[in-house]
Structures are given as structure tokens and as C-alpha cells.
């Protein structure tokens, strides 16, 4: 039996980071939306209140039916959570003089209380909040207090129902992860049992049971995802698995032959298609980000279509899905607006007629790394650097010629090349070369020149959600830049992209 928290989500952007918190405790989670809740909460140990950009005292705040958890699980409730939990008992929530933002550090603390063992007096915590609550009922007992937050934490007596002002899933809290691990181990009763190798285990018995003896066929892309699914299906169901590899003409410089050779050792039944002149030709004159993806992702599921048709009775279309990529399906306002249409989940065309099989779609992804390490995957195919689905295409802005595929695989092979050769590489979470559609003017040798300049970029992150760009040495970026126009017909420029995401992407389309 699986046991699992239910994270309920009113639209905070710290929900995914409470799920991590939770799953690097070694319990399984699952986040929902406040609107869309399941109907049986089988095997759910507790329930965790997200916060939310809302302040309870607005008519359209996020609303729930406190009666379906309320001495039914141990409940958790967050800053939002917190206040609307207060203001529905019979408390009161008013608005801050201040906006109660950043660190704090805790002034009182009810040690006793089961939430706040090995939690000490001077605790630094994480406040992010314009309302305060001011008063609660008889039946609510204060357990956590600030300077400036009189009610940082309390208790409803009698039950199992706790609840902060603070946010104890971002690092800034520094005991956050001890009272996470106090709610899930010693008030919800977890095992903390939830595993890499207990998901492997369990992952190929439940794909042996759903799959039989049926063909699956999935579609190999030599990323980490896609790498750790094949072997998922492999060892549960061998040969049964058809992978597909599409060159799509818009990968990094020898990819195609380098994935292919690497698959072949891991021992999957893989077929490797040229389709580089197809994509291309569809891609001409195409300016538009989001109809350059459309036309990548028509063409692919065409020649991928074509490719299954030739496996004999295959029912099963397998995808390498991970849980972010859900949770933006399944939003607090609905599918968000800022789903790219690569991401596939239920993305199925009607006439492909396959079921859909998601072995990873539970996971993010550097819980999908874990999963593969216990696998046995190699660390370069672990390590390798998230790569996005349209390939080069939004990495060169404005129409894809296959001069500008050329000349930027040239570029951005010279700097992954270096990455590695200084050592960077992996600590980097995501580095590419963009082809800029400016040309500026330069000097080589004695003549003046006007080319292409070429926008070097690398960031930091745990799962991309947020990003930080990485503060490489000055020594190995002027390597890469003198190399890259001194190397590569076409390039006079190269500039490094200092933006972090929020507000900016990673990809520049």
C-alpha cells in the first residue's frame, strides 16, 4: 500500500516546492488543485494547505469544504492555508500594517507541541504575507510567535490540525525541514519508505500487470526522461518495447549517431529514422516561436505515426511525461497559459489510437535522475543536460535554414565542449548557444565584417522551475568566444545571457 499526503494547491508559487520538500523526506505526494479534489482520498496519511497570491478576505478567494478533512487526516495549514483555516473556525484575519515579508525569527515556541520538536526559540523563518491573523477561537491554542506575528503557528486542540504563518518549505526556514518531518513522521504516522528503488520495484510490477503482452512504442529523444522510461518499460516488459529515435535535423552537432550507439548498449530494440529534410522543409520561412513548434510537433508525430504503423499490433504509446509537466496541466486556474505545446501530456493525436503510458509521470526530475541511478544508468546519460523538444529550432530566433543548423551546432558544440573539458558541465543545469537574428559589425584581419552573433547561455536549477544564470569564469568564456568566432564561419560576436527565470525563460522561445 502506497501511503501519500495530499498537497491541496490555492495557487501558491511555493506548492511544488512544498511536494519536494515532502518526497526528499521519502513520502509520497501528490499536489491538487483547491477546485478539483479527489473524491476518495484512499490511503492519504495527511493533507498539507498550500498558500496562495489570495487574501482570504477577497470574494473570489479559493474556497474548500473544511468538514472533508478536519479530524478525518492530520492537517497542515500554510501562511493561506493558515488564515483561511483562522478565519472560517470563527478567528479573524485583517490586513498588515506591513507587508510581512523575508526573515523573521521566532520568539516563542511551545517545544511540547508534537510540530515544533527539535525546534528552538531565535528559529530563523520565512514570512510572505500582507494579511495577519489577529484573533482565533477558545478551541485554537498559539504554538509559534515573531516580533511582529503574534499567531506565526497554532494548534487546534484536540486534534491533529496545525498550522503556520511561515513557509517552511523554502530553505531561508531553517528548521522547515524538521517540522515537515515532525508533521509527516510524528503526527501522520509515514514510514518514510518512499524510495528510488522501492519506485523501481514497484513501477515495473504495476507496467507488467497494465501492459501483458502487449507492443508499446515510445519515442526516444536521448534525454534523461525518455532514457529512464525505455529502461522502466525494458525490464518490464523486453522486447515488447519498440523505441523510435527521429532525427529531426535539429539536434546537437553527431547527436543522432552518438544516441543511437549509446541506446544499442543499454541492449533496446531501437530504430533510428532520418527525417532531418522533412522538418526542414516544413520549417521554411516560419518565424513565429509557437508555429515553428506546431509544424516540429505535426511533423514528428507524422514520420512517428509512420514508424509505429510498421510494429505489428502496437496498442501502447509510452511517454516520458514528468509531474511538473502535469501539475501545469491541472493548474489552480486550468491548463496555464504558459504550457508550450511540446510538452506532452494527453498531447495524442485521435488518429494514432493508442493508450497512453506514463511511467515517470509522478516524478520530478531529479527524482527521475535518482530512479536512474538505481537503474543502473550511466552518469552522462543522467547528467546530460535537459535539451528542449523543438531541439535547435528555438535556439535559433526568427526562420530555420539549414545553414543557421549548421553554423549554431558548430558554436554550441565548442562551448559544451568546453564545459566539460573545464570541468563545468555538471554544475550546470541547462547551457546552450542561441543564433541571434541580428549580424553586427566586426574586424577579422584587415577587413570589416558583418555576421551573426551567437548569445551563450547557462543557468542553475534543481527542476527549471525557477533559474539562476551561472557565473562562469572569465578565462573559460573568453575561450569559448574566441574558439566559436575564430572556428566558425559566419559568427564576428558572442555574448553571455545574464538573465535569471523569473522574469526570463531558459529558452529564449
Request: aromatic share 8%.
Amino acid at each position: 500500500m502506497l501511503e501519500k499526503i495530499i498537497i491541496i494547491d490555492f495557487g501558491s508559487q511555493f506548492t511544488q516546492l512544498i511536494a519536494r520538500r515532502v518526497r526528499e523526506l521519502n513520502v509520497y505526494c501528490e499536489i491538487h488543485p483547491f477546485n478539483n479534489i479527489p473524491e476518495t482520498l484512499s490511503d492519504v496519511k495527511g493533507i498539507i494547505f498550500s498558500g496562495s497570491p489570495y487574501s482570504v478576505r477577497q470574494e473570489d478567494a479559493p474556497q474548500i469544504d473544511l468538514t472533508r478533512f478536519h479530524q478525518k487526516f492530520p492537517v497542515l495549514a500554510v501562511c493561506y492555508g493558515a488564515q483561511y483555516l483562522a478565519q472560517h473556525s470563527g478567528g479573524e484575519v485583517q490586513a498588515s500594517s506591513t507587508r510581512e515579508y523575508g526573515r523573521a525569527n521566532l520568539n516563542f515556541v511551545q517545544s511540547a507541541n508534537k510540530l515544533l520538536k527539535n525546534i528552538g526559540v531565535d528559529s530563523q523563518v520565512w514570512m510572505s504575507h500582507g494579511d495577519t491573523i489577529t484573533v482565533v477561537p477558545e478551541s485554537f491554542e498559539i504554538i509559534a510567535s515573531t516580533d511582529s506575528v503574534r499567531v506565526a503557528g497554532f494548534h487546534i486542540k484536540d486534534s491533529d490540525t496545525y498550522a503556520i504563518q511561515f513557509h517552511p518549505e523554502v530553505t531561508h526556514s531553517t528548521d522547515g525541514k524538521q517540522l515537515l518531518e515532525n508533521f509527516l513522521v510524528d503526527i501522520c504516522g509515514c514510514s518514510q519508505n518512499w524510495t528510488p528503488d522501492a519506485f523501481v520495484e514497484t513501477t515495473i510490477a504495476e507496467l507488467k500487470e497494465k501492459l501483458g503482452n502487449d507492443k508499446v512504442v515510445l519515442g526516444l529523444s536521448g534525454g534523461v526522461d525518455s532514457s529512464v522510461a525505455a529502461i522502466l518499460l525494458h525490464k518490464a516488459i523486453g522486447t515488447n518495447l519498440h523505441c523510435i529515435f527521429v532525427d529531426n535535423g535539429l539536434l546537437r552537432k553527431d547527436e543522432y549517431a552518438a544516441v543511437l550507439e549509446q541506446y544499442k548498449h543499454l541492449g533496446l530494440n531501437i530504430k533510428g529514422i532520418d527525417a532531418k529534410d522533412r522538418f526542414l522543409s516544413q520549417l521554411a520561412g516560419i518565424k513565429d516561436p509557437e508555429l515553428k513548434r506546431k509544424a516540429i510537433g505535426r511533423v514528428f508525430i507524422e514520420v512517428f505515426d509512420d514508424a509505429a504503423h510498421e510494429v505489428q499490433d502496437v496498442k501502447w504509446l509510452a511517454q516520458g511525461t514528468i509531474y511538473p509537466d502535469v501539475i501545469e496541466s491541472v493548474s489552480v486556474k486550468g491548463p496555464s497559459a504558459t504550457i508550450k505545446s511540446h510538452h506532452n501530456v494527453g498531447g495524442l493525436p485521435d488518429f494514432m489510437k493508442l493508450k497512453v503510458v506514463e511511467p515517470l509521470n509522478t516524478l520530478f526530475k531529479d527524482e527521475v535522475r535518482r530512479v536512474g541511478k538505481s537503474l543502473g544508468l550511466a552518469d552522462f546519460i543522467l547528467g546530460r543536460h535537459p535539451f528542449p523538444g523543438p531541439g535547435l529550432a528555438i535556439r535559433i530566433l526568427g526562420d530555420v535554414t539549414a545553414e543557421k543548423v549548421a553554423i549554431l551546432q558548430e558554436a554550441d558544440a565548442i562551448y559544451i565542449n568546453n564545459l566539460k573539458e573545464a570541468g563545468l558541465y555538471d554544475q550546470v543545469w541547462q547551457a546552450g548557444a542561441i543564433f541571434l537574428p541580428v549580424q553586427s559589425v566586426g574586424v577579422m584581419g584587415d577587413e570589416r565584417t558583418y555576421e551573426n552573433v551567437i548569445c551563450l547561455r547557462a543557468v542553475e536549477s534543481v527542476d527549471g522551475m525557477t533559474a539562476d544564470w551561472c557565473h562562469l569564469p572569465y578565462p573559460v568564456l573568453a575561450k569559448i568566444s574566441n574558439e566559436i568566432i575564430n572556428k566558425v564561419k559566419g559568427i564576428n560576436r558572442v555574448v553571455y545571457d545574464i538573465s535569471s527565470k523569473p522574469p526570463a525563460t531558459i529558452e529564449w522561445e
